[in-house]
């Protein structure tokens, strides 16, 4: 099997942030994303739950890219949670079809 | 008056609010879909919106919708500087979280003017159909006063996001269906309603006891997952809408508005916003803490105004104009 090593962002973030970070992914260089919404958690703040009209809720971007392209928006997401809450981590995957990333 | 709160208290739609808070705090499984409450806040200002347009056509645009309108935007702008000294003043809350629920009590809740349209329905009290723009109108004011009062160098990384703050403080669905259906229903007047007549009328009732039954769970959850609030804080999410109720209804008295349309001021100036002020304020001041705000708001301000506030500002309104 042909497998390519890539690396995967999970960027955990309030719903209203999902354009910006949706447009800097593109500006980093990744050619594709998912973003999936969420329920209920908890974190540093406690926990939390998608009530239907009181929360914005949050959301789950997944992106694969290259390493350059992650080192890239990772630097960015550094910048923004120094504001912002949310949380990001990158893991090494292997993928088919690399061209698609 | 006693009468008119008792009355009140076993309105269904209060009973409904019960039902839900009671279901939160018993930890019930009953949920409504996230979807489903998203599209009754919808319909619901959509009806308030049209049911306002369509009225203020036929009475066209007088006196009293341009000094209620006046007097709507004064108060929404006002109260946040008022209530951001207090709550500073209290030296519990750092200055942006002081900020942002001050923009919570200067900006409106749509379902606590929609039970208090109801209210005045159920006790025969005339109000303007105007008064749905004034709601509209009050919404926005407040978030730009608490920008003002947190001072935008605070805030630098807001500025990467301030097409998106400003996109939510303007064009969030929920100003766009009530601005857009108090218009049309201003263009399409009486032809319109009747069209309408039984989607924004009778079935309104109904669509608001379900909002308000799903609005008690996720009030009393709100409340049983809040950090420990400050006695003072629970203090003030209560006595601050008593004040700004009073403030609201001795200002109508002077500008010669209806006994309806002050008590639906003063339940206007009373209410806290949990939809278009906590949306902004994420964006616009992250370092708030939500979980006090939000709790204020929703935990506390709503469920009192439903419960006390509403009989409480007619009656006050009743003793003002010697109704």
Not at chain 2, 41 to 54: E, T
Not at chain 2, 147 to 157: F, H
Not at chain 2, 162 to 184: D, H, Q
Not at chain 2, 234 to 242: D, N, Q, S, Y
Request: charged share 15%.
């Amino acid at each position: 099997m042909d497998l390519t090593a890539r690396v995967k962002l999970e960027i955990f973030v309030e719903a209203h942030a999902v354009g910006e970070i949706e447009r800097m992914l593109e500006d980093a260089g990744f050619k594709g994303l998912s973003v999936f919404a969420s329920l209920e958690g908890a974190g540093s703040h406690g926990a939390w739950r998608q009530t239907g009209v009181d929360e914005a809720g949050m959301r789950l971007i997944i992106a694969i890219g290259s390493e350059v392209s992650a080192e890239r928006a990772l630097a960015w997401l550094s910048d923004y949670f120094q504001s912002y809450p949310g949380v990001a981590a990158a893991s090494d995957v292997r993928v088919l079809r690399a061209d698609r990333f | 008056m006693a009468g008119a709160g008792a009355a009140n208290l076993l309105a269904p739609a209060v009973l409904f609010f019960a039902l839900g808070a009671l279901a939160g705090w018993l930890k019930s499984d009953l949920t409504i879909p996230d979807q489903v409450a998203k599209t009754l806040a919808l319909y619901l200002m959509l009806c308030i919106g049209f049911k306002g347009g369509a009225e203020a056509a036929a009475s066209g645009l007088s006196q009293d919708l341009i000094a209620a309108g006046g007097l709507g935007l004064g108060l929404s702008f006002a109260t946040p500087f008022a209530a951001y000294i207090v709550l500073k003043a209290f030296g519990v809350l750092d200055r942006l979280t002081a900020a942002a629920t001050a923009a919570h009590y200067g900006s409106v809740s749509v379902v606590t003017f929609a039970a208090g349209t109801e209210y005045l329905r159920a006790v025969e009290v005339e109000f303007g159909g105007y008064m749905a723009a004034v709601l509209a109108l009050m919404e926005t004011p407040a978030i730009l006063a608490a920008l003002i009062i947190a001072g935008a160098r605070s805030q630098k990384a807001e500025t990467r996001l301030r097409p998106t703050l400003w996109r939510e403080v303007f064009l969030n669905g929920a100003a766009v269906v009530l601005i857009g259906s108090f218009v049309i229903g201003a263009i399409t007047g009486e032809r319109g309603m009747a069209r309408l007549d039984v989607f924004v009328g009778p079935l309104f009732q109904g669509a608001l006891c379900l909002f308000l039954l799903d609005m008690g769970l996720v009030a009393s959850r709100r409340l049983a997952e809040a950090p420990r609030l400050d006695w003072r804080l629970i203090a003030f999410a209560i006595a601050w809408p008593l004040l700004s109720a009073a403030a609201a209804l001795g200002a109508s008295a002077a500008l010669g508005l209806s006994l309806g349309d002050a008590t639906l001021m003063a339940v206007l100036a009373a209410s806290a916003s949990y939809i278009a002020a906590p949306a902004a304020m994420r964006i616009a001041l992250p370092k708030a803490d939500a979980g006090i705000y939000l709790s204020l708001s929703l935990g506390v301000t709503f469920p009192f105004n439903l419960l006390i506030g509403i009989p409480l500002y007619h009656a006050a309104g009743r003793l003002v104009f010697g109704g």
